[in-house]
């Protein structure tokens, strides 16, 4: 038996497609992209925008600092996390990364000198830190993690911002408790029930 042959469509006419149903919807290529962008934005933290300077000597980078919410940056491997979670929002960074003073190790009338900039690796491994000071030598070199100290400093060490687990978290996780706590952009703490000073420990590890 024969099979029978196609219909084929008249000259000129249209070809009409079923509606799809409100899941069925057939999206283009670009419509997808799309889509995906948003989902990857929603996921991704992002830095807030801000300038950055690169000051070259220390004169420049105290000059520089007046700059009313200003703040430093030389490993930014606090500072950083921190504005994708949005606890802080400077207009400028000022990066140290070209202040060479700052990375200075040396002995000056029978007294260790080192540099703000100078990274932990570096700390735990220079000879004059380990005939110095041990200790601080033996501290730094363990500290987080190989990448965590090939990048961080000695000054951003000193000075890290004290944590808490209430407040080191994702915007959208602090206005889940209503708005963050003493120390971010609320007014109680989740730590100490009717506390009115902040709690958090500092994670300094030198």
């Known amino acids: 038996a024969t099979r029978p042959a196609a219909v084929q469509p008249a000259e000129g006419a249209r070809r009409h497609r079923r509606p799809q149903?409100?899941?069925g919807e057939r999206r283009t290529h670009a419509a997808q992209r799309q889509l995906g962008r948003r989902e990857e934005e929603r996921l991704m933290l992002r830095l807030p925008q801000f300038g950055i300077e690169t000051p070259s000597t220390v004169e420049d980078a105290v000059r520089l600092l007046k700059t009313p919410g200003a703040?430093?940056?030389a490993g930014g491997t606090d500072i950083l996390p921190n504005l994708k979670h949005l606890l802080d929002t400077?207009?400028?960074l000022v990066s140290l990364a070209a202040v060479s003073a700052l990375r200075e190790v040396k002995v000056e009338e029978g007294e260790l000198v080192i540099g703000a900039a100078v990274t932990l690796t570096e700390v735990s491994e220079h000879p004059l830190v380990r005939e110095h000071a041990p200790s601080l030598a033996e501290a730094a070199g363990l500290v987080a993690g190989p990448l965590h100290r090939n990048m961080g400093t000695l000054g951003g060490n000193v000075n890290l911002?004290?944590?808490c687990r209430y407040v080191n978290q994702t915007k959208f996780w602090r206005d889940a408790l209503g708005g963050g706590c003493l120390k971010?952009?609320?007014?109680?703490?989740h730590v100490v029930p009717k506390g009115r000073n902040c709690v958090a420990a500092l994670s300094a590890d030198t």
């Open 90 to 92: 400077p207009p400028v």
């Open 161 to 163: 911002d004290v944590r």
């Open 21 to 23: 149903g409100p899941g």
């Open 184 to 189: 971010s952009e609320g007014n109680v703490c």
């Open 71 to 73: 703040r430093v940056v």
